[in-house]
């Protein structure tokens, strides 16, 4: 069935570097998707959406890009930071679906100093 | 903050209680969802309401009876709960500026059932 799904549960990564974190999809009918971040103790926050009739879009620190040809999804969050550390997870909506999103299971990442 | 907000943040309950959590939000938007997140598993949705209509109820046990008395208002109100229960129960809402899909969340309400 249709899933939302990322690759690893955790990332470690030093601080200052880069981290990429994925997400795979199997919907074809996908048309939106959004990277959530999840602090302990708080809820998901927005962090970045893109369509699918993107391949990549730019924030501030964060990069998401789109390939549709193997239904797969990517964070790159530039100079990662200690405040980087949290879960992230991509949703989905499919464009029958109305609002309704699908969220994956997130990526624990881990910023060591 | 997010501009949606949860009471209470946290919650203890026994089975045969009665409790209700509240979800506030500040963001003019029109449709309101609750969540379940559990360790390791991806956020479920339970319901979802337009303009204080009920659009969608994701096959959610009847001991969860969700109202939306209006557009800035969800509660979710709980009776008779079972152990596995237990979870991060997250509200969200959505404006529908330009047809936006983004969700914005509250803190949740961290619900243990004895």
């Known amino acids: 069935g249709e899933s939302v799904g990322l690759h690893l549960p955790t990332l470690s990564v030093q601080e200052g570097d880069n981290s990429i974190i994925n997400c795979a999809y199997s919907n074809s009918a996908s048309d939106y998707f959004i990277w959530y971040k999840q602090e302990s103790g708080k809820g998901p926050q927005f962090i970045i959406d893109?369509?699918?009739?993107?391949d990549k879009r730019q924030g501030q620190r964060v990069t998401v890009l789109l390939n549709k040809t193997v239904k797969h999804l990517s964070l790159q969050i530039a100079a990662t930071q200690p405040g980087d550390s949290a879960v992230y997870f991509c949703?989905?909506?499919?464009?029958?679906?109305?609002?309704?999103?699908?969220f994956g299971e997130g990526t624990q990442l881990t910023v060591n100093p | 903050e997010t501009g949606v907000t949860q009471t209470p943040r946290h919650l203890v309950m026994g089975m045969t209680n009665k409790k209700s959590l509240k979800c506030e939000q500040h963001l003019g938007h029109n449709a309101m969802y609750w969540y379940k997140q559990s360790a390791k598993k991806p956020l479920e949705l339970m319901f979802v309401?337009?303009?204080?209509?009920?659009?969608e109820n994701n096959s959610v046990p009847s001991r969860f009876s969700p109202e939306c008395p209006n557009s800035s208002h969800l509660f979710l109100h709980l009776h008779t709960l079972q152990p596995e229960d237990s979870a991060l129960y997250l509200c969200?809402?959505?404006?529908?500026?330009?047809?936006?899909?983004?969700?914005?969340f509250g803190a949740g309400t961290r619900l243990s059932v004895l």
């Open positions: 893109i369509r699918s009739n993107m």
């Open positions: 969200a809402s959505r404006g529908d500026f330009g047809g936006s899909s983004i969700q914005y």
């Open positions: 949703a989905e909506k499919i464009e029958t679906s109305g609002s309704r999103l699908t």
């Open positions: 309401y337009n303009f204080k209509e009920q659009t």
